[in-house]
């Protein structure tokens, strides 16, 4: 094979991923304004589901302008030789192959995150603010941009550079320390994501004595779940959209729940959402998807050990010389429908774990307010209850609400 045709088989996956996407969305579109079901009729009031109607369309047009730009703009960066371009204003700084790696990615991801700002911007200050969700503050919204590049260069950049190390000294089986490396750090973030990560963000106060943190205490003890941390997190900060969340494995354990979702439900809700998120404990879920995410980076970066030393990968994109950046932006590229494939397969185990949650907490607490506080929180959303099965099958993680509804009452 030539790296022209390489070249092209990139561009047709690019394409075919795109073509595929928007008819997808086109399908998912025209079911914006279907009839709600009697189940979940009464979710919104009319003048509720005019503004989710609205708030769907929107979106969407909106999601059409930033999809085809981003692929106009990775189409002409592959066309121009844009990789290259970048490639040469790394090499003029230094020749080692981990700095030239660290400034051409720091360029590529900076660049980019600049160039899709005002498309952030307008989405948060301008349609989430249309609809009341948006309480982001312009500082908050720079600030966090500023840490999203610190955080990005730090953990980032040692983890790439690292890779790149192992693959100077041990060149193929550079994969197997590369693996170590990232298992090691998903389980440490897993473990300390809420303690070291999220106070840089948002801030996480303990749940206040009273009777919300009595009921959760008497639910955990009741299904055997030690539950001594639980934490409130401010995400009022930035969107009236609520959330819960578990974190941590051990000692570490705790249960984060964002102050919107106490505002929104009430105790007993609450405990219901937490019953659904014991079960995922209760039944493994969590593990599974840990343990899942590692062996699937184990068999990419197996791959990716295979081919990236290739000469035609890199030549492929325009750069003469063989590198290992080049070489592991083109395999991201070629590798893009498998990824594609393994994300299905886990949207498939997600939504199977989903049922099983809610069982769990149908069983273990009530039904009912775990339905009421998916209603709640699909209102308060503005939440699309009529998706497209194909929208559903390529990119929920979670049953529809009418599914989830159907099952906790069955």
Same mark, same amino acid.
């Given at each position: 094979?030539?790296?022209?045709?390489?070249?092209?088989?990139?561009?047709?996956?690019?394409?075919?991923?795109?073509?595929?996407?928007?008819?997808?969305?086109?399908?998912?579109?025209?079911?914006?304004?279907?009839?709600?079901?009697?189940?979940?009729?009464?979710?919104?009031?009319?003048?509720?589901?005019?503004?989710?109607?609205?708030?769907?369309?929107?979106?969407?047009?909106?999601?059409?302008?930033?999809?085809?730009?981003?692929?106009?703009?990775?189409?002409?960066?592959?066309?121009?030789?844009?990789?290259?371009?970048?490639?040469?204003?790394?090499?003029?700084?230094?020749?080692?192959?981990? *700095?030239?790696?660290?400034?051409?990615?720091?360029?590529?991801?900076?660049?980019?995150?600049?160039?899709?700002?005002?498309?952030?911007?307008?989405?948060?200050?301008?349609?989430?603010?249309?609809?009341?969700?948006?309480?982001?503050?312009?500082?908050?919204?720079?600030?966090?941009?500023?840490?999203?590049?610190?955080?990005?260069?730090?953990?980032?950049?040692?983890?790439?550079?690292?890779?790149?190390?192992?693959?100077?000294?041990?060149?193929?089986?550079?994969?197997?320390?590369?693996?170590?490396?990232?298992?090691?750090?998903?389980?440490?973030?897993?473990?300390?994501?809420?303690?070291? *990560?999220?106070?840089?963000?948002?801030?996480?106060?303990?749940?206040?004595?009273?009777?919300?943190?009595?009921?959760?205490?008497?639910?955990?003890?009741?299904?055997?779940?030690?539950?001594?941390?639980?934490?409130?997190?401010?995400?009022?900060?930035?969107?009236?959209?609520?959330?819960?969340?578990?974190?941590?494995?051990?000692?570490?354990?705790?249960?984060?729940?964002?102050?919107?979702?106490?505002?929104?439900?009430?105790?007993?809700?609450?405990?219901?959402?937490?019953?659904?998120?014991?079960?995922?404990?209760?039944?493994?879920?969590? *593990?599974?998807?840990?343990?899942?995410?590692?062996?699937?980076?184990?068999?990419?970066?197996?791959?990716?050990?295979?081919?990236?030393?290739?000469?035609?990968?890199?030549?492929?994109?325009?750069?003469?010389?063989?590198?290992?950046?080049?070489?592991?932006?083109?395999?991201?590229?070629?590798?893009?429908?498998?990824?594609?494939?393994?994300?299905?397969?886990?949207?498939?185990?997600?939504?199977?774990?989903?049922?099983?949650?809610?069982?769990?907490?149908?069983?273990?607490?009530?039904?009912?307010?775990? *339905?009421?506080?998916?209603?709640?929180?699909?209102?308060?959303?503005?939440?699309?209850?009529?998706?497209?099965?194909?929208?559903?099958?390529?990119?929920?993680?979670?049953?529809?609400?009418?599914?989830?509804?159907?099952?906790?009452?069955?």
């Amino acid at each position: 094979m030539t790296s022209t045709a390489l070249f092209y088989i990139i561009i047709a996956i690019l394409i075919i991923n795109f073509l595929i996407d928007k008819i997808i969305n086109a399908l998912n579109a025209k079911h914006f304004n279907d009839v709600l079901p009697e189940d979940i009729k009464d979710v919104y009031d009319d003048d509720d589901y005019k503004k989710s109607q609205k708030y769907k369309a929107t979106n969407y047009k909106f999601g059409i302008i930033t999809s085809l730009f981003s692929f106009f703009l990775t189409l002409g960066f592959l066309f121009f030789d844009g990789f290259e371009f970048v490639d040469n204003i790394a090499r003029s700084y230094s020749d080692h192959p981990i *700095i030239v790696a660290l400034i051409f990615f720091g360029i590529i991801m900076i660049g980019s995150d600049i160039i899709t700002t005002p498309f952030s911007y307008y989405g948060t200050f301008v349609i989430e603010e249309k609809f009341g969700f948006n309480k982001t503050t312009v500082k908050t919204f720079i600030l966090d941009k500023i840490k999203g590049w610190f955080m990005m260069a730090i953990l980032g950049g040692g983890i790439l550079a690292l890779i790149i190390w192992f693959y100077q000294v041990t060149e193929n089986h550079f994969w197997l320390y590369a693996w170590g490396l990232i298992a090691t750090f998903t389980l440490f973030m897993n473990m300390f994501y809420s303690k070291l *990560i999220v106070p840089l963000f948002n801030k996480q106060t303990p749940l206040e004595a009273g009777s919300l943190r009595d009921k959760i205490s008497e639910y955990a003890q009741n299904v055997g779940f030690k539950l001594d941390k639980i934490f409130v997190i401010d995400g009022s900060k930035r969107s009236t959209k609520a959330n819960a969340y578990f974190s941590g494995f051990g000692s570490e354990k705790r249960v984060t729940l964002y102050d919107t979702l106490i505002k929104d439900l009430d105790d007993e809700e609450i405990v219901a959402v937490l019953a659904h998120e014991v079960g995922h404990y209760k039944r493994k879920h969590i *593990i599974f998807n840990l343990f899942a995410s590692i062996l699937l980076t184990g068999l990419t970066l197996y791959v990716l050990s295979l081919f990236v030393s290739n000469p035609l990968l890199s030549n492929a994109l325009g750069v003469e010389s063989a590198s290992f950046h080049i070489g592991l932006i083109a395999f991201g590229l070629l590798y893009a429908p498998i990824s594609e494939i393994t994300g299905l397969i886990m949207n498939v185990f997600s939504r199977k774990f989903e049922y099983q949650a809610d069982d769990y907490a149908k069983n273990t607490y009530k039904a009912e307010p775990l *339905i009421t506080s998916l209603k709640k929180l699909s209102k308060n959303s503005l939440s699309n209850l009529t998706p497209h099965p194909a929208f559903v099958f390529m990119h929920y993680s979670h049953p529809t609400l009418l599914e989830r509804i159907k099952n906790l009452r069955s």
